[in-house]
């Protein structure tokens, strides 16, 4: 059996009257996160450690922000093609642990959600996907909430 564990990392800048789009869901909130896409900074940590994993490069090297096609879509749907993409490969996704960087709002009443879209997303179980949010203390960027960020890792394995 081969195992592999792969890291993922994604920020995007908060304007007011954007959209929030967090683990496939839209979190009410005065700012909202930036991006070519949904700009969806859990998912996209998402699919680079699954990238990562899989020796297949990041994000954007697959879905450049620089197509048209990418314009707005829902990181749901970016998530399912990167779980092709590691089945494809003769892997399985064995779990998912993500931590998002936030000051506001709070998202501990959002994550069941969350996960049950990732769940549906990835072909994965809720208890195979963890997802946790904190702050920064009010430091760096995440605490003058002018961004968000998100890390994740995964463990994906492959029976030879």
């Not at 900074?41 to 090297?61: E, K, S």
């Not at 590691?86 to 996960?115: C, H, R, W």
Request: glycine share 8%.
């Amino acid at each position: 059996m081969t195992i592999k564990v792969g890291f993922g990392f994604d920020v995007h800048q908060l304007k007011d009257g954007a959209d929030l789009w967090i683990g496939g869901i839209k979190v009410p909130s005065a700012k909202g996160a930036i991006g070519h896409s949904d700009a969806d900074v859990l998912i996209h940590a998402i699919c680079d450690a699954l990238l990562g994993a899989i020796n297949m490069r990041d994000i954007g090297t697959h879905f450049p922000n620089t197509d048209p096609k990418y314009k707005g879509i829902s990181s749901l749907k970016l998530l399912q093609e990167v779980c092709n993409k590691v089945e494809e490969l003769g892997y399985t996704v064995n779990n998912i642990d993500a931590t998002i960087s936030l000051e506001e709002p709070k998202l501990a009443a959002f994550i069941p959600q969350m996960k049950k879209e990732l769940a549906k997303a990835s072909c994965l179980t809720e208890d195979d996907i963890s997802i946790k949010a904190t702050t920064t203390e009010k430091l760096g960027f995440t605490g003058r909430k002018e961004g968000i960020a998100a890390y994740c890792v995964v463990l994906v394995k492959k029976v030879a």
